[in-house]
């Protein structure tokens, strides 16, 4: 009865959702989607009929902007379905949807089923939310991996299941990738885990991976970021040293 009962919520959510998204599927290109997409597109030029001599450079200038598996991951797709309104909408169409469905199920296990399904209809409904699951920008990306992360992170804390851990595991390494942002969250996750270890062990392994990607992504977004940059108050081109930029700079500018 729970399972016909989640399955008719979840029916519901995606009707709502799918009804107020679709009419903006064919939308027009804002101009941050029309620059990333041709970043996208610029992904692998040695798989063009006329491939960039310089293409490693090129390369290592977009990772600096977005961590490689959103470019990767929207050119194949623009490689099968092609680069029309509707094809760069559909993943993140997608991604919105996975995204109130996680919101419904993470309420569900916080408090109750009612919770859940009202949260999630609020997202669903949510004029910033339908803005960013139709266009062509990772923002959705980002709120459905935390999304299911602290949903796998509260199932890991209350069971200590070990396939539990393995699938956070595996969506942190998914979150690095996709934005930098998420090693800000996987620094505040790897802090609560490693204290809660003494009460339940949770592995040095997932200490030693979180800590690697932290100062190795850190590392090579920074690099190329502020390589060849002498004047310290340009502003920084990528997430990860956006928000440094912001923490640091911006309050002394305030405080002037």
Not at 193 to 214: N, P, Q, T
Request: glycine letters at 6%.
């Amino acid at each position: 009865m729970q399972r016909w009962h989640l399955a008719i919520q979840l029916a519901i959510l995606s009707a709502v959702y799918l009804a107020l998204r679709i009419p903006l599927m064919t939308s027009a290109l804002w101009h941050d989607e029309i620059y990333n997409t041709s970043l996208y597109l610029n992904t692998l030029p040695l798989l063009q009929a006329n491939p960039d001599p310089g293409w490693g450079a090129d390369w290592a200038k977009q990772i600096s902007i977005h961590p490689p598996l959103v470019s990767l991951g929207y050119f194949a797709w623009i490689q099968v379905f092609g680069d029309s309104e509707l094809s760069l909408h559909t993943p993140t169409l997608v991604a919105g949807l996975l995204s109130v469905w996680l919101t419904h199920l993470l309420g569900r296990e916080l408090f109750d089923s009612t919770t859940g399904f009202v949260a999630s209809l609020a997202l669903a409904c949510c004029s910033a939310h339908m803005v960013f699951s139709t266009q062509a920008v990772h923002a959705v990306f980002e709120l459905t991996c935390y999304a299911a992360s602290v949903l796998l992170l509260y199932r890991l804390w209350r069971t200590q299941d070990v396939r539990t851990k393995r699938g956070l595991l595996a969506l942190n390494v998914l979150g690095v990738l996709t934005f930098y942002h998420y090693m800000y969250y996987l620094a505040a996750q790897t802090a609560l885990l490693w204290w809660r270890r003494r009460e339940h062990e949770v592995g040095a392994v997932y200490f030693v991976v979180a800590i690697s990607a932290i100062v190795g992504f850190g590392l090579f977004a920074m690099f190329y970021t502020y390589a060849g940059v002498i004047n310290l108050d340009e502003f920084p081109v990528n997430d990860l040293s956006t928000t440094i930029y912001n923490g640091v700079r911006l309050p002394q500018q305030f405080t002037r």
